[in-house]
């Protein structure tokens, strides 16, 4: 099975600008969560998709924004960025068929650079 | 406001020992608790788990013990290998979201 992979992987944009990244999920999961990992720091909920539709978000302005696709892909933008934005930014897909714990599959990241 | 807390951003632990990585929490709600390892340039992998019912589990070199009394969870590794140097992360799991620590680097010495 295919696991959750991230593109780009690298980025760097100006302060103002827009980005989009994209998320493809693990065969067999129907949600996509997304994560943002400042330096040091652990993984911050940013929300969840589920159906295409938020399911659920952490302490994020609305700037932050995502779409979840038919074949449960997805996307986070982030509009007019900000130097703090500099991050990691971690999808994971997950089952809601799956009882238990909430087992996330995370993707590598993609790491962008507000400059 | 760090609903879960990893105060040791490192540790440093000789091949063949045991190694043990600590979590503290806040939150009472918290229906499962989660370890991750994260390898450079890599993702977070999933490590082990356990009910906020239960006080152990274990998953061969794994052990994860959590005491609700004091709010605080562990992770044993026993024996340690070069492999498991990495960094790791407790996180709670509370509704569509878990929330993560801020990780303790381990290094395992030869």
């Known amino acids: 099975e295919t696991g959750v992979t991230q593109s780009p992987t690298h980025l760097i944009k100006t302060r103002g600008q827009q980005v989009t990244l994209r998320c493809s999920s693990q065969?067999?999961?129907?949600?996509v969560s997304w994560y943002q990992q400042a330096l040091g720091q652990g993984p911050q909920f940013i929300f969840q998709?589920?159906?295409?539709?938020?399911?659920g978000r952490g302490n994020f302005p609305p700037r932050f924004s995502g779409l979840q696709f038919p074949n449960y892909s997805s996307e986070l933008n982030v509009n007019a960025l900000e130097l703090d934005d500099s991050a990691l930014y971690l999808c994971?897909?997950?089952?809601?068929?799956?009882?238990?714990?909430?087992?996330?599959?995370f993707g590598a990241g993609s790491r962008l650079t507000v400059l | 406001d760090q609903q879960v807390k990893q105060n040791s951003p490192s540790l440093s632990v000789q091949e063949g020992r045991i190694s043990i990585l600590n979590c503290d929490y806040t939150?009472?709600?918290?229906?499962?608790f989660l370890w991750y390892k994260k390898y450079p340039a890599e993702g977070p992998t999933f490590l082990i788990s356990?009910?906020?019912?239960?006080d152990k589990n274990e998953d061969g070199r794994f052990t994860v013990f959590l005491n609700k009394s004091a709010k605080h969870l562990s992770l044993h590794i026993v024996p340690s290998q070069p492999g498991d140097s990495a960094v790791y992360f407790c996180?709670?799991?509370?509704?569509?979201?878990?929330?993560f620590g801020q990780g303790t680097r381990l290094t395992i010495n030869p």
């Open positions: 994971a897909s997950s089952s809601s068929w799956n009882s238990g714990a909430n087992v996330l599959t």
């Open positions: 065969s067999g999961h129907n949600t």
């Open positions: 939150n009472s709600m918290f229906d499962y």
């Open positions: 998709y589920y159906r295409e539709e938020e399911n």
């Open positions: 356990i009910s906020s019912i239960k």
């Open positions: 996180a709670a799991s509370a509704a569509q979201k878990l929330v």
